[in-house]
């Protein structure tokens, strides 16, 4: 293996444009010159043949060879550079060229009786069959063809395919050591892989005319070549798992042993009574605090089966044991909503608690912190902000993760990898793990399972009602809200805009105001008329009193204070209809109200919709919960509705929406950019995933420096998921 420093291009591109050609390099993931030999293609193209330029037609794709006849730059309808080329032998067989965008070398290389291989996608011109930007070259008559498919790598801007392709072929052949085998002979043969040198091979240069279930095979990258790379890659990322696994059991932290006052106090001052499963993951919990050794640890449970609780008493345990807690919530309103009621359960027990969050004034937020680097407040609770502004906890002994899906895998790695390291972690999600992910991403964690609902709750009906339907759900709502009840109205999702998502929650808030200032609206729900507000309270079921509805409005361009202003106001029951955008998605926890209307439904993903709807049936009061939905329906969601009404468990919804869209929501590398896995596929290749799972432990215990080597060989640029 090549000892020289990374990174160093150089030979690839000529001194002059080295350093660029290495950042270049760098920006697709290839770092050091033996990164090249992985840098795959995304697809070929066929090189091999000529295409007589006389039997060239429209809608193929073509390799051709011409002589140019003339080539011009034309001024209309834009500036143009168009090139005439003649077939050689049949002269009234003609192909035009087209280039919008060229250079001087363009001109210079097309010159009259030049002979030119071109190969692009034919179209119709109005000269006959003519190809928009081809690549050509200048070639003779006896210019030999390759023989082998021409790869077309990933790439960035600048960087041409020609370059790429110079480059990896001499990363390929500088050094024997960079294609050798470093997997134990056996482990291959017993699992039908292909050699590691073999593989490459093929991929960087495949041969042509392979057969047509050979060709789909390489296409659809299930060819035993793209098997032998994934089958590495996943191996890899099982090895550094494993790796990281041990380096944490290696790793100290604090031992949180507890004194018990503080818990046994929360757990007096609770209105109710652990479940067995929340008794069951807070022993899980604790004893791992107790230990020495960092926990990381997934709380997983249905949205409202009660992990906050269980967060609080994990936070006391440190607490007593004189450390200092990190609450991280991913909304202002969630995070507000912990420091609330963990204020109102602790108060009086003498645990100071400071409240963070990024729109905090400065004042406020540096009293916060201060109060936090001093010792004197024992729990920050507030939004990701809290980790990001370093604000420091001096004494940090338990980081905890509200939603922690909702913060993506990119964002746990660089978590887990950041100064967190000497604290505990615990970082709780309703949205149970896809089993792939469980076994690659996820398989660094413990997890414990909240998997009882407490009692007392009702089930909540869901209805699915057309838009058109609409003023009879506002007649219906309006009566049960002056009958005491509250409900939450969801606002239409518009992805696109956000300024126009604020305008249809202004609006429809106006429109809710509007409607329910009525005194009584009329709807085929109730033969009622309008009661007097004086309505003998014997008669309750008959007569809806005449209670106003205040209508209020929550959306994410609100201020903070403002938010949890109305927040807390519909926790009073001062607003009876809440208008909100997907801030209230996640975490919001007002047992009182009952009904959650959701404006079209079928724009939200079975997750939201699950978690919206978790939103309700969190009190005794019988819910429901309202999707209207638009017509005509597309297929998904169709097929979401129809999930979200059949069922109610979010393990089976978890199941369904991971059939429907695939794991890669779950992984948030979307918003990160980072790609995790750059050629194994989480849903294809599950069986793949398990092969490399058995051979990770079987590599550690037979071959440890081969596991090393391995994962140089994959991770060595990628440093950041062995680190530990
Ligand atoms: P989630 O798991 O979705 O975060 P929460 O922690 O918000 O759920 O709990 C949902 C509601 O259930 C809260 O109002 C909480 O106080 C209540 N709760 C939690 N545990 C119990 C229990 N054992 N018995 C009754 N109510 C409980
Ligand atoms: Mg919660």
């Given at each position: 293996?090549?000892?020289r420093?990374?990174?160093?291009?150089k030979?690839?591109?000529?001194?002059?444009?080295?350093?660029s050609?290495?950042?270049?390099?760098?920006?697709?993931?290839v770092?050091?010159?033996?990164?090249?030999?992985?840098?795959?293609?995304?697809?070929?193209e066929?090189?091999?043949?000529?295409?007589?330029?006389?039997?060239?037609?429209?809608?193929?794709?073509?390799?051709?060879?011409?002589?140019?006849?003339?080539?011009e730059i034309q001024?209309?309808?834009?500036r143009?550079?168009v090139?005439?080329?003649?077939?050689?032998e049949?002269?009234?067989?003609?192909?035009?060229?087209?280039?919008?965008?060229?250079?001087?070398?363009?001109?210079?290389?097309?010159t009259?009786?030049?002979?030119?291989?071109?190969?692009?996608?034919?179209?119709?011109?109005?000269?006959?069959?003519?190809?928009?930007?081809?690549?050509?070259?200048?070639?003779?008559?006896?210019?030999?063809?390759?023989?082998?498919?021409t790869?077309?790598?990933?790439?960035t801007?600048?960087?041409?395919?020609?370059v790429?392709?110079?480059?990896?072929?001499r990363?390929?052949?500088a050094?024997?050591a960079?294609?050798a085998?470093?997997?134990?002979?056996?482990?291959?043969?017993?699992r039908?892989?292909?050699?590691?040198?073999?593989?490459?091979?093929?991929?960087?240069a495949?041969?042509?005319?392979?057969?047509?279930?050979a060709?789909?095979?390489?296409?659809?990258?299930?060819?035993?070549?793209?098997?032998r790379?994934?089958?590495?890659?996943?191996?890899?990322q099982?090895l550094?798992?494993?790796?990281?696994?041990?380096?944490?059991?290696?790793r100290?932290a604090?031992?949180?042993?507890?004194?018990?006052?503080?818990?046994?106090a929360?757990?007096e001052?609770?209105p109710?009574?652990?479940?067995?499963?929340?008794?069951?993951?807070?022993?899980?919990i604790g004893?791992?605090?107790?230990?020495?050794?960092p926990m990381?640890?997934?709380?997983q449970?249905?949205v409202?089966?009660?992990k906050?609780?269980v967060?609080?008493l994990?936070?006391?345990?440190?607490?007593?044991?004189?450390?200092?807690?990190?609450?991280?919530?991913?909304?202002?309103?969630?995070?507000?909503?912990?420091?609330?009621?963990?204020?109102?359960w602790?108060?009086?027990?003498?645990?100071?608690?400071?409240?963070?969050?990024?729109?905090?004034?400065?004042?406020?937020?540096?009293?916060?912190?201060?109060?936090?680097?001093?010792?004197?407040a024992?729990?920050?609770?507030?939004?990701?902000?809290l980790?990001?502004?370093?604000?420091?906890?001096?004494?940090?002994?338990l980081?905890i993760?509200?939603?922690?899906?909702?913060?993506?895998?990119?964002?746990?790695l660089a978590?887990?990898?950041k100064?967190m390291?000497?604290?505990h972690?615990l970082?709780?999600?309703?949205?149970?793990?896809?089993?792939?992910?469980?076994?690659?991403?996820?398989?660094?964690?413990?997890?414990?399972?909240l998997?009882?609902?407490?009692?007392?709750?009702?089930?909540?009906?869901?209805?699915?009602?057309?838009?058109?339907?609409?003023?009879?759900i506002?007649a219906?709502?309006?009566?049960?809200?002056?009958e005491?009840?509250?409900?939450?109205?969801?606002?239409?999702?518009?992805e696109?805009?956000?300024?126009?998502?604020?305008?249809?929650?202004?609006?429809?808030?106006?429109?809710?105001?509007?409607?329910?200032?009525?005194?009584?609206?009329?709807?085929?729900?109730?033969?009622?008329?309008a009661?007097?507000a004086?309505?003998?309270?014997?008669?309750?079921?008959?007569?809806p009193?005449?209670?106003?509805?205040?209508?209020?409005?929550?959306?994410g361009?609100?201020?903070?204070?403002?938010k949890?202003?109305?927040?807390?106001?519909?926790?009073r029951?001062d607003?009876?209809?809440?208008?909100?955008?997907?801030v209230i998605?996640v975490?919001?926890?007002?047992?009182?109200?009952?009904?959650?209307?959701?404006?079209?439904?079928?724009?939200?993903g079975?997750?939201?919709?699950h978690?919206?709807?978790?939103?309700?049936?969190?009190?005794?009061?019988e819910?429901?919960?309202?999707?209207?939905?638009e017509?005509p329906?597309t297929?998904?969601?169709?097929?979401?509705?129809k999930?979200i009404?059949?069922?109610?468990d979010?393990?089976?919804?978890?199941?369904?929406?991971?059939?429907?869209?695939?794991?890669?929501?779950?992984?948030g590398?979307r918003q990160?950019g980072?790609?995790?896995?750059?050629?194994?596929?989480?849903?294809r290749d599950?069986?793949?995933?398990?092969?490399?799972?058995?051979?990770a432990d079987?590599?550690?215990?037979?071959?440890?420096?081969?596991?090393?080597?391995?994962?140089?060989?994959?991770l060595?640029a990628?440093?950041?998921f062995?680190?530990?």
């Open positions: 293996m090549s000892d420093p990374a990174p160093t291009h030979e690839a591109g000529g001194s002059a444009r080295g350093a050609l290495a950042d270049k390099l760098a920006r697709v993931g770092l050091r010159d033996e990164d090249l030999v992985l840098h795959l293609p995304l697809r070929y066929d090189h091999t043949r000529l295409v007589p330029l006389a039997r060239v037609r429209a809608g193929a794709t073509v390799q051709t060879e011409g002589v140019v006849a003339n080539a001024y209309r309808p834009r143009q550079l090139c005439l080329l003649r077939d050689a049949r002269r009234d067989a003609t192909l035009t060229l087209r280039f919008f965008s060229f250079y001087p070398s363009h001109q210079k290389a097309l009259q009786g030049a002979r030119i291989r071109v190969y692009g996608d034919v179209r119709d011109g109005y000269f006959g069959p003519e190809i928009v930007h081809p690549q050509f070259r200048v070639v003779h008559e006896d210019t030999p063809l390759p023989d082998r498919l790869p077309v790598y990933p790439s801007a600048g960087l041409s395919q020609d790429l392709r110079k480059a990896v072929e990363a390929l052949a050094d024997a960079r294609t085998e470093v997997l134990p002979e056996d482990l291959l043969r017993r039908d892989l292909w050699s590691f040198a073999d593989a490459l091979r093929f991929l960087h495949p041969p042509p005319r392979l057969s047509a279930g060709q789909k095979a390489l296409d659809e990258r299930t060819h035993p070549a793209w098997t790379i994934k089958f590495d890659e996943l191996l890899a099982q550094s798992l494993k790796a990281h696994r041990k380096a944490r059991a290696s100290r604090p031992v949180l042993t507890g004194t018990g006052a503080l818990t046994r929360l757990l001052r609770i109710f009574k652990l479940t067995r499963a929340q008794q069951r993951v807070w022993h899980e004893h791992d605090l107790r230990r020495g050794v990381q640890r997934l709380l449970g249905d409202g089966s009660g906050t609780i967060a609080a994990a936070a006391l345990q440190a607490i007593e044991s004189g450390k200092q807690v990190a609450f991280m919530a991913p909304t202002e309103i969630l995070a507000e909503q912990h420091y609330r009621k963990l204020q109102s602790l108060s009086g027990v003498g645990v100071e608690i400071a409240w963070l969050s990024g729109s905090l004034p400065a004042k406020a937020r540096r009293k916060a912190a201060e109060a936090l680097e001093s010792g004197a024992h729990f920050a609770i507030g939004t990701h902000a980790f990001q502004e370093g604000v420091a906890l001096p004494r940090l002994g980081a993760i509200d939603e922690q899906h909702r913060f993506g895998v990119a964002q746990r978590l887990r990898d100064g390291t000497e604290a972690q970082m709780m999600s309703a949205t149970p793990i896809p089993r792939t992910l469980a076994m690659t991403f996820y398989a660094d964690l413990d997890v414990s399972m998997d009882e609902m407490p009692p007392g709750r009702t089930p909540v009906a869901t209805r699915l009602v057309s838009q058109r339907r609409r003023a009879e506002i219906w709502v309006g009566k049960a809200c002056r005491g009840r509250q409900a939450y109205w969801v606002c239409p999702l518009i696109e805009s956000e300024k126009l998502e604020l305008q249809t929650a202004v609006a429809l808030h106006a429109e809710l105001t509007r409607a329910f200032a009525a005194p009584e609206t009329q709807g085929p729900v109730s033969g009622a008329t009661a007097p004086t309505s003998s309270p014997g008669t309750l079921a008959a007569v009193a005449a209670r106003p509805i205040v209508v209020g409005l929550v959306h361009r609100m201020k903070p204070d403002e949890a202003a109305t927040m807390e106001a519909f926790a029951g607003i009876g209809v809440l208008v909100a955008t997907t998605e975490g919001v926890d007002i047992p009182n109200a009952s009904i959650m209307v959701i404006e079209h439904a079928e724009r939200f079975l997750a939201q919709l978690q919206l709807r978790g939103r309700v049936g969190r009190g005794a009061a819910s429901s919960c309202v999707l209207l939905f017509e329906l297929d998904t969601a169709r097929q979401r509705l999930v009404y059949e069922t109610s979010g393990f089976e919804i978890a199941r369904q929406d991971l059939l429907i869209r695939g794991p890669g929501e779950f992984l590398a990160s980072v790609p995790l896995l750059r050629f194994a596929d989480l849903e599950v069986a793949l995933i398990e092969q490399a799972r058995d051979a079987e590599l550690l215990k037979t071959d440890p420096a081969a596991a090393m080597r391995h994962l140089d060989r994959w060595g990628r440093q950041a062995i680190k530990a």
